[in-house]
C-alpha cells in the first residue's frame, strides 16, 4: 500500500504557517549575541565573529547525520570519537602510506562510513538500543584514536596538507559558506522532499511507516553511515586546522551536538527536527563557549553549564511529549 501522505501516519501537512514558538533557538542566539556584543568590547570584531563560524562550521558536519537520525528516533553518540577518528585515520594514511590528502580524507570517511553502517545493521537487524549500541563504539573508536595519535609521536602535516582548510572565498572561509549551503539544502528536502520527509513518518510512527511500504530500516542505516562519514569529514577538516592529529579533536563533541538538536527543537522521542534550527543550536553552543571564555570561566564550568542546559532542553522535551500524548 503506498503512501501518499503524512496524515495516514497521523501528521497533517496542511495548513502550512510559519511556527514562531518552534524557532525559540534563534531568539536564544540572538539574545547571547547581543548581551555578548554589549558586555565584552572584544567580541563584535570582524575576526571574532568569523572565527566563531569557523568553528561552527567543523562541528556542524559532526551533527547532520545526527539530526536526521534523532529525526527518526535514534542517537548516535559517537559522532565525537568519529570526529576525531577522521583525523586519526587521515593521519595514518597521509603519514604511513604517504597518500595525498586529497585520498586520505575520502578513506577516512569511508572506513568511518562502514563502522556507522555497521552500527545501522546490529541496530536494525538486533532491536538494539542505537543509544547503547554507539556509546561502545564511541569508548573503542576513542581507543584506536589514541593508539594511533601516539604513534604518530607528535608528526606535523606538511603546508600542502592542510593549506587547503584556511582557503576563502569572497573574504569567508569556504567551510562557512559550505555549512550554510548543506543546512539549506537539507531544509529543503526535509520539507519538500518525499524520501526526506519519510524520516519524520519513521520517527512519528515506526510500525505504521513499514506497515505503509517505507524501507525504514534500510534508510536508518544509511544515515547512521552518513553520520559517521560526516563526522569523520569534520574530524578531518579539524586536524588540517591544528596542523597534526590530536586526542583532543572531538573531545565531548556529542555532547554539543545533541544540546544542539534538542534545544533546535528536535525531540528525543523522534519525529522532530530541523538542520537549519540545528545549525543555529550548534552556533548556540559556540557562542556561549567563547562568552564563557572570554569571562574568563573554566573549561570544567563550561561543561556544568552546557551539561544543565542538556538536561534543562531534555526535560522540556519530555514535558512537551507528555502533553502532545
Known sequence: MPLNTGRTLGLNPKRRRIDFASWVILYLTLALFFFLSASRSSFLTVGNIHSILYDTSFRFFAAIGFTLLIIMGELDLSVGSMFGFGGAMMGLFIFNYQLPVEAAIPLAMLV????????????????????????????????????????????QLARAQYNFVTLELFGIKWTILVMLVVALIFEIFLTRSRHLKQLYY?????????LYGLNANAVKCACFALSAALSAFGGALMTARLKHPHVTVGANLEISVITAAVIGGASIFGGRGSMIRTMLGVLFVSLLQNGLTSFNINTYVQQIILGAILVLAIYIDVRVNAKKA
Open 112 to 155: 568511518a562510513g562502514l563502522i556507522g553502517l555497521a552500527v545501522g545493521f546490529l541496530v536494525t537487524t538486533f532491536r538494539l538500543n542505537s543509544m547503547m549500541v554507539t556509546i561502545g563504539v564511541m569508548m573503542a573508536v576513542k581507543g584506536v584514536n589514541w593508539i594511533l595519535i601516539q604513534r604518530f609521536g607528535g608528526r
Open 202 to 210: 519513521i520517527g512519528h510512527n515506526f510500525s505504521t511507516s513499514v
